[in-house]
């Protein structure tokens, strides 16, 4: 029997896809203007945003200024940050602080004033934080509000299989987002889902690594759905392993934050010798991409498993008053912090590159914007500044939310959508094959495209990525979509699109480092990495130009 399944759903207003900090800040300030359905591939608190331990910078102190966060956001850049960009979002961070304090997040305070620490890239303490789980409290707290909401929709276990654009369906006149066709986990199907604005809030891309940070969700959905649908994306070689995760088989990627070095832990060789001194005068606060490749390099140069990150020396108290999340979670594993060095490793952290989009989170397609990880603004240039990202999530999503708001009225109500057809695909025989190629995805990605990389590693990398695109693209084609099925083509894109920004990169800068091409390119003018899809339509000279 054939099936097929349509909906019947009326047309929201806003379509945000992605649940974390910048899903949710757009949905709350979307649904003072209209409907708004915010999908989440999982419960409401599962994405990247709720693990998020340091906190958020900001300039909240009278010796820290605007200047000096740009001025340390543009040096962790590495010389490929947009000015404009670091600009809009550092004057902007205050207020957006104080958006989080009044809708009620429980900040961490200290003699009546909010505790500000130091992470690495910082010259000043400037980032608040709630104890050491902030993205819990900041999650926790907005969540509530838009469960509470009565113009937000929330519709979790379900993720986005597709956009729908104009061209797509074969429609004359300008392209623009029509809406998405998404995959509901408790019933199996696939329904179109018609808005007249869509934003992607999807996060990164990191578990298209062995060992990654983030939770299992982040696979590069909005990235490789923005490229279908004839999105440019920039910057993606640059991806940022972050050099502390917990080494313990059933840790789980659990980071370690920042904030343990920020605030006197100290990176040790297993017979108890400090070695980031060696590396950068900052020592162990220095940018996330010095730290990860010199626990790299002492790894591979020692044989080692791990490396050993101590900060015992500051006592009991101090620890559990400042982390009492991450000491309670160490101990559950044998590890006492306040006893002795606990084993670290690097892991695949975050996606400095993403979606092009301007100042107001407008990507090339007119309807459709991109905010959070899964965007590329400039901010972060070629290594992202600790405890930035929450900060763009806030700032990008107010500026997404003001220019969707003010568009509404002019936005067109799309036509009822085609069902999705499932009149030519099966059940699958073998969900063996999605598990197996996931694995060797992943383990090849972290080989010959992780933090050192070689021209050689670069290549097998692109060939064997094209076999494997292939081979899913091939199962995707006859077989009933599932939400395995569905991020695991969505990461074989993106890390397709990883490979060949890497290629592209002829110099090491920042989070790409390359023993082929060791030292920055002094000899052409600094560029971003921009990637065009092959059916890429519209006549745009900037991102958004084409909306009006």
Known sequence: ?????????????????GAGLAGLTLALR????????????????????FYAQGGIAAVLEGEDSFAAHIHDTLAAGAGLCHEDAVQFVVERAPSAIRWLVERGVPFTAENGHYHLTREGGH?????????????????????????AHPRIEILEDHIAVDLVTAHKLGRTGPNRCLGLYVYSKTTGHVVPYPARLTALATGGASKAYLYSSNPDTSTGDGIAMAWRAGCRVANLEFV?????CLYHPQAKSFLISE?????????????????????????ELAPRDIVARAIDNEMKRHGLDAVGLDISHKGRGFIEEHFPNIY?????????????????????HYTCGGIMTDLKGRTDLSGLYAVGECAFTGLHGANRLASNSLLECLVLGQAAADDAAQRLAGAPCPAPLPPWDESRVTDADERVVVSHNWEELRRFMWDYVGIVRTNKRLERARHRVKLLREEIFEYYAHFRVSNDLIELRNLVQVAELIIRS?????????LHYSR???????????????????YYAAALETPGGSWG
């Open 328 to 348: 309670e979670r160490c101990l559950g594993f044998g590890y006492d912090m306040a006893k002795a060095p606990i084993p670290v490793v690097p892991a695949a």
């Open 30 to 49: 979307l649904a003072e203007h209209g409907r708004v359905a915010l999908f989440a591939k999982g419960p409401l608190t599962h994405g990247s945003s």
């Open 259 to 283: 904030a343990v070095r920020g605030e006197g832990g100290h990176l040790l060789l297993p017979d108890g010798t400090r070695f980031m001194p060696h590396y950068d005068p900052r020592a």
């Open 240 to 244: 940022q392993f972050h050099p502390t």
């Open 502 to 510: 890497a290629q592209l990169r002829t110099e090491s800068r920042g």
């Open 1 to 17: 029997m054939i099936k097929t399944h349509s909906s019947h759903l009326p047309v929201v207003d806003f379509a945000i896809i």
């Open 516 to 534: 082929d091409y060791p030292e920055l390119d002094t000899v052409h003018a600094v560029r971003d990495t921009v990637l065009t899809p092959p």
């Open 123 to 147: 010259s000043h303490r400037r980032v608040i934080h709630a104890a050491d789980a902030t993205g819990r409290a900041v999650e926790t707290t907005l969540a509530a509000l838009a469960r």
